[in-house]
């Protein structure tokens, strides 16, 4: 069966949006036939931390999602994976029989909770992995050290900021093989996982030609891809990112379930022995060009000297009563502004009623376009 056809039978409808918490995902996992639900500890205000094991293979792989507590994209997709794999699927089969996977589906309970990146005590835990100063670092710690996988896949979201290379075109799926040193060496346990990023990046171009990028590999050996990779363990980051008109991210949702099955596919697979280091390379950086709101060519302020206006605008996202709103700020002001929006306004030299403000939430109206309180009217 064709992996998009796999993503429509097995998604789990139920979980959707930008919103997930441990209640939301709870029911599910308890309902799951297969495998071993183990709480393996508990966060900081005192919320479960599962620990999720199927499978009977050679090849351990360790995934944990929502370390940062707003994103939540990663987590739908091992949501609906977890929902083939405890399916009567020839495809399951053969994963179960080939590996034993341990997840932690949402690591960061509070975070969720509270839609923080930081936990409840604002500590941002992929920048605790060597102090562990938190129970929640110690726990994945544990785990790690306990399972000792063959591969780890750190699950994140990014930013709507970040575009591929100098496109015009958003990074909806960015991956990175954290660096182990300073100097950014390759050696074979980074290989490996730029092996299996060489095949994801393959089968997403299928679907998201030129949308898929790779991420800084700066070191931190406070991050926790950077740690494992230390330790040996190969790991690969995975950042969901933005697709057009998504930004509830089930789109970009599709596109991780289809890394995560492409990896199953091949990891016990590539021959690697071949240098992929080049091949890896080719993959864009990604580069911080995008806003989410392009205005341009706004001849002036009403009132006022007419001149040549252009600002973008940045939406945060807020969570009111268990919902999230997107409020758009101004986040600059110029003449001639060198990014991309996703969406793009041109005003046709029409003025505006309000000159833009960095900082401040979106209240303007230009010719037939009209912000308020954040919010685009039309």
Request: hydrophobic share 35%.
């Amino acid at each position: 069966m064709k992996v998009l056809e796999l993503f429509k039978q097995f998604k789990v409808s139920e979980i959707s949006g930008r919103y997930v918490t441990l209640n939301h995902i709870e029911p599910f996992l308890k309902s799951l036939p297969k495998g071993d639900l183990t709480e393996v500890g508990r966060s900081v205000q005192n919320r479960i931390i599962y620990d999720y094991t199927i499978g009977f293979g050679s090849t351990k792989i360790l995934m944990w999602s929502q370390m940062h507590g707003n994103e939540s994209t990663t987590t739908k997709a091992v949501i609906d994976l977890l929902n083939l794999l405890n399916a009567d699927d020839e495809l399951a089969a053969s994963f179960l029989s080939k590996y034993t996977l341990k997840i932690i589906p949402m690591l960061n309970p509070d975070g969720a909770f509270l839609y923080t990146r930081a936990n409840a005590v604002q500590v941002d835990l992929n920048r605790d992995s060597q102090d562990l100063t938190q129970p929640e670092s110690q726990l994945l710690k544990q785990v790690y050290s306990s399972f000792n996988p063959d591969f780890g896949f750190n699950l994140h979201d990014q930013r709507t900021i970040f575009g591929v290379g100098n496109t015009n075109k958003p990074a909806t799926v960015s991956f990175l093989s954290p660096s182990y040193n300073e100097t950014r060496e390759v050696n074979e346990v980074r290989k490996k996982a730029m092996s299996v990023i060489i095949a994801m990046n393959d089968e997403l171009q299928n679907y998201i030609p030129g949308q898929v990028g790779r991420f800084d590999d700066g070191f931190n050996l406070n991050c926790i891809g950077d740690t494992l990779q230390y330790n040996g363990i190969p790991t690969i980051l995975f950042e969901s990112g933005h697709y057009p008109n998504d930004y509830h991210r089930e789109e970009t949702r599709k596109f991780i379930f289809i890394s995560l099955i492409t990896a199953l596919k091949n990891i016990t697979d590539i021959d690697y022995s071949v240098n992929p280091v080049h091949k890896y390379q080719e993959i864009p950086q990604n580069n911080t060009d995008f806003y989410d709101v392009m205005v341009r060519n706004v001849g002036g302020v009403s009132g006022k000297i007419k001149k040549n206006i252009t600002f973008g605008l940045q939406y945060q996202e807020v969570l009111r009563d268990s919902a999230i709103y997107w409020v758009a700020h101004v986040s600059d002001v110029g003449e001639n502004l060198n990014k991309y929006g996703h969406l793009e306004i041109d005003a046709q030299g029409k003025s505006i009623d309000v000159e833009p403000v960095v900082g401040e939430i979106a209240n303007f109206s230009v010719g037939d376009i009209c912000f308020k309180e954040g919010k685009q009217l039309n």
